[in-house]
């Protein structure tokens, strides 16, 4: 079953009366003799009051966003594991929200100024570069090349500019097989990965492969972090340069560089990056059938392919963050509002939605992003003055995920991004979602 809502333009009843079903049918006044039989006292019922008794109404005619059609089924209403509250009810709790909210709000608390982020890779890069050239000669495996990733890089970075994401690429020059033949078979999105081709694995350092030849995540990441912390000894950078407490648990090492007038923190991820036009792993059938992406955006992303991060200890993780930032590289070039919805999103996440970090995190923003792109390929839909639809359209998406506790990975097939968030967690996010839905411009407030 679909239920389909419409949303009209305030110009048919500018002062907000809402005519009923029956004036609309019998416009002389007269109306059938049903209704006195059902109301004898002459009250007569309104379409909308009969559809909504508790005295919720939807705003039908009020909405200013142009005529927009919005279709939920029955099933992405009822399939959550703890369903509370409807998704179809978003547009109309946003119905006081008005784009020079959402522009005021990004002007002033979102908006990086270009110059202070140039300032501060200006400070760290002449840092990063040396330790890795120390880490290289050290052991050659590494190499000295430093891949800039995150948000920053994507054009999605709000708030201070006091973090920066690097992938440090292993020394492979010949392909390699990615093995999923083993008895043991990693989960999704995860392999399994055979010692590299080339003199250099073959020298005597100090990463050891485990008993199937395999190069092991853990024990990379650790003789990696052993390298770099030698590399700011050696370097004179003790005072400058520290690792974070406590240490993460992803395929990063995150460090800590102090400069005269700010704290930086980076996180450098080794990996293993197959070679050009490798092609994607059969988990990432992208596109997705009956999506729409230009040739040239699919041409770019099958040419770049994934990278392969230690995100457990004996599994290597599918990494498409090269794919993602070739996807959103350009996307507003038509001058769109796509990446300012994110941007505004993740702000709130940060100051209000998740301020400690737990429930949902800027990656599931970004999935539910690219998603949301899909379903509105029309560069129309994302002109600057109907920001206010595009928003909301984009934080329903997200809404939905955290209260179904699901969010599909955009490239690879199978893998959950929330399967093993708390629950709990989840339930608190979705609660302040909701309260944010009651009264929009109050979290907007700058």
């Known amino acids: 079953m679909n239920m389909t809502l419409w949303t009209s333009t305030p110009l048919l009843y500018p002062n907000g009366w809402q005519p009923s079903l029956l004036s609309l049918l019998y416009p002389n006044g007269w109306q059938p003799s049903l209704l006195p039989l059902l109301y004898p006292n002459g009250w007569q019922p309104s379409l909308l009051s009969l559809l909504y008794p508790n005295g919720w109404q939807p705003s039908l005619l009020s909405e200013n966003t142009g005529v927009v059609r919005q279709n939920f089924s029955s099933q992405n209403i009822h399939s959550s594991r703890h369903h509370s509250h409807y998704p179809y009810m978003t547009t109309l709790a946003c119905s006081s929200l008005e784009s ?48 800039p990733s995150g948000s920053y890089y994507e054009g999605l970075k709000v708030s201070k500019p006091d973090e920066f994401d690097f992938m440090v690429p292993l020394n492979i020059k010949k392909p390699y097989h990615v093995n999923g033949q083993h008895i043991d078979h990693p989960p999704r999105g995860y392999c399994f990965l055979d010692k590299p081709v080339g003199d250099v694995w073959d020298e005597s350092y100090l990463i050891p492969l485990d008993d199937a030849g395999r190069l092991t995540p853990w024990r990379v990441k650790q003789e990696f972090q052993r390298l770099v912390g030698e590399a700011t000894e050696a370097l004179g950078l003790q005072s400058t340069v520290l690792f974070a407490d406590p240490p993460t648990h992803g395929p990063a090492i995150t460090i800590v560089i102090k400069t005269w007038n700010r704290v930086v923190y980076v996180d450098l991820a080794p990996a293993a990056i197959p070679e050009r036009g490798a092609g994607l792993p059969s988990c990432i059938p992208w596109p997705h059938g009956g999506a729409w992406w230009p040739s040239y955006m699919q041409e770019k992303v099958r040419n770049i392919s994934c990278y392969f991060v230690p995100k457990k200890d004996y599994y290597w993780h599918m990494s498409t963050a090269a794919m993602e930032r070739a996807l959103l590289s350009d996307v507003d070039e038509d001058g769109g509002c796509r990446k300012k919805c994110l941007c505004i999103l993740k702000k709130l996440r940060e100051d209000f939605l998740c301020p400690d970090g737990d429930g949902i995190n800027s990656y599931h923003l970004k999935t539910a992003f690219l998603w949301e792109l899909e379903k509105n390929p029309d560069p129309e839909y ?20 955290v209260e179904e506790g699901s969010c599909p990975h955009f490239f690879i097939v199978g893998e959950d991004l929330l399967e093993r968030t708390d629950r709990d967690k989840l339930d608190e996010v979705s609660e302040k979602m909701n309260r944010f839905l009651k009264n929009p411009k109050r979290y907007l407030s700058v």
Do not use: A, H
Request: charged fraction near 30%.
């Open 100 to 147: 020079t909210d959402l522009n005021r709000f990004y002007d002033q608390k979102v908006q990086l100024k270009g110059n202070e982020m140039t300032e501060t890779l200006q400070e760290i890069l002449p840092i990063l570069r040396n330790i890795m050239d120390y880490v290289s000669k050290r052991d050659p495996r590494f190499t000295n090349e430093l891949i």
């Open 382 to 401: 994302w002109r600057p003055s109907n920001i206010v639809q595009c928003f909301t359209g984009l934080f329903k998406r997200v809404q939905r995920n």
